[in-house]
T-cell receptor
Framework: GDSVTQMEGPVTLSEEAFLTINCTYTATGYPSLFWYVQYPGEGLQLLLKATKADDKGSNKGFEATYRKETTSFHLEKGSVQVSDSAVYFCALTDNQGGKLIFGQGTELSVKP | DAGVTQSPTHLIKTRGQHVTLRCSPISGHKSVSWYQQVLGQGPQFIFQYYEKEERGRGNFPDRFSARQFPNYSSELNVNALLLGDSALYLC????????????FGQGTRLTVV
């Protein structure tokens, strides 16, 4: 079945460092891809999405490109802030049934 | 506009008991989905309801059930609670069954002792 694999955390960075969180997926058909963020004690918030190959999703300085040839959707940010500390989830939906399939999450901690 | 609201926010139950969790979707949204998030893992899909009918079910035992009401709110019921049911239960609402963004509530933290 469809699945999502993320790089394991926790990831600890200094403020203004470059961030990459790797995400690869396995899916039949043409899924839509998402990054969600979960701040401590809160639910999930959609960070960005891409619905077809070569699309780039971006929001709040974060970006990710849908790479069909490598089945990847890596999250990047050029300069992280302390306020970016959270857990990040990569997810896909198959556009048939609407359910989201999540990776295991990557905890990011940004130190001042 | 109010977002997705879930109640209660926290509860503690004893093994073998029954629990009901509630979710009110964003106004105008017709689809509600439930997810279970065990500590340190990603959310796992439990159910999707659309227009008051079950449209999808994840790999969960029959102890888990749900329903959607005419006002599109939803309940998740879990019978015969096990320690392993301790988790954050998330509700997500979306405008339609597929192809539209899912908005998540803050979740209900269930602890089974």
């Amino acid at each position: 079945g469809d699945s999502v694999t993320q790089m394991e955390g926790p990831v600890t960075l200094s403020e203004e460092a470059f961030l990459t969180i790797n995400c690869t997926y396995t899916a039949t058909g043409y899924p839509s891809l998402f990054w969600y963020v979960q701040y401590p004690g809160e639910g999930l918030q959609l960070l960005l999405k891409a619905t077809k190959a070569d699309d780039k999703g971006s929001n709040k300085g974060f970006e990710a490109t849908y790479r069909k040839e490598t089945t990847s959707f890596h999250l990047e940010k050029g300069s992280v802030q302390v306020s970016d500390s959270a857990v990040y989830f990569c997810a896909l939906t198959d556009n048939q049934g609407g359910k989201l399939i999540f990776g295991q999450g990557t905890e990011l901690s940004v130190k001042p | 506009d109010a977002g997705v609201t879930q109640s209660p926010t926290h509860l503690i139950k004893t093994r073998g008991q029954h629990v009901t969790l509630r979710c009110s979707p964003i106004s105008g949204h017709k689809s509600v989905s439930w997810y279970q998030q065990v500590l340190g893992q990603g959310p796992q899909f439990i159910f999707q309801y659309y227009e008051k009918e079950e449209r999808g079910r994840g790999n969960f035992p029959d102890r888990f059930s749900a329903r959607q009401f005419p006002n599109y709110s939803s309940e998740l019921n879990v019978n015969a609670l096990l320690l392993g049911d301790s988790a954050l239960y998330l509700c997500a609402s979306s405008l339609d069954r597929v192809g539209t963004e899912a908005f998540f509530g803050q979740g209900t933290r269930l602890t089974v002792v």
